[in-house]
C-alpha cells in the first residue's frame, strides 16, 4: 500500500502532465504535509546527536 506521501506525489504528477499547474500544486503542498509529519516521527534519535 503506497504512503500518503506517494499518493499525493502521483496526484500532483498527473495533475501536472494534464496542464494542471494550480491543482499540482496544491498535490504538491499536501504531500509536503506529509513528509515533514513522517521525518518528524523517524527522526527523534537523529535530533539528540545533532549538535545545536
Request: charged share 25%.
Amino acid at each position: 500500500m503506497p504512503s500518503r506521501y506517494d499518493h499525493y506525489i502521483a496526484l500532483a504528477r498527473e495533475k501536472a502532465l494534464a496542464g494542471d499547474c494550480i491543482e499540482a500544486e496544491t498535490y504538491y503542498q499536501q504531500a509536503e504535509h506529509y513528509f515533514r509529519g513522517a521525518a518528524e516521527l523517524a527522526s527523534p534519535a537523529q535530533k539528540v546527536d545533532q549538535p545545536q
